[in-house]
């Protein structure tokens, strides 16, 4: 099984920036996708960036030029470089394992909350 812990949220203001990061520990296999997703309140869980192991990495139209995911394969970490911080950012953000098989896991989250 694979357990992933996210941290780094907090309250920023709009135009602020913050680090999100997410580590993963268990049976972890070597080649999978890490990702972030993010749901606002009254809103649908929706993909906000993810990264496979050799670095290709797939951003959302909302987050483009603003966001930047990377990841540490030795520390099995994905982290969330976020930038220009807008108030509509606000969500809970979570952390996303994927294999290719289909298997899934998700860490519980953690908020990001952006002043206007």
């Known amino acids: 099984q694979v357990q992933l812990v996210e941290s780094g949220g907090g309250l920023v203001q709009a135009g602020g920036s913050l680090k999100l990061s997410c580590a993963a520990s268990?049976?972890?296999?070597?080649?999978?996708?890490m990702g972030w997703y993010r749901q606002a309140p009254g809103k649908q869980r929706e993909l906000v960036a993810r990264i496979t192991t050799d670095g290709s990495t797939a951003y959302a139209d909302s987050v483009k030029g603003r966001f930047t995911i990377s990841r540490d394969n030795a520390k099995n970490t994905v982290y969330l470089q976020m930038n220009s911080l807008k108030p509509e950012d606000t969500a809970v953000y979570y952390c996303n394992l994927a294999y290719v098989r289909g298997n899934v896991y998700w860490g519980q989250g953690t908020h990001v909350t952006v002043s206007s």
């Open positions: 268990g049976s972890i296999f070597s080649i999978n996708t």
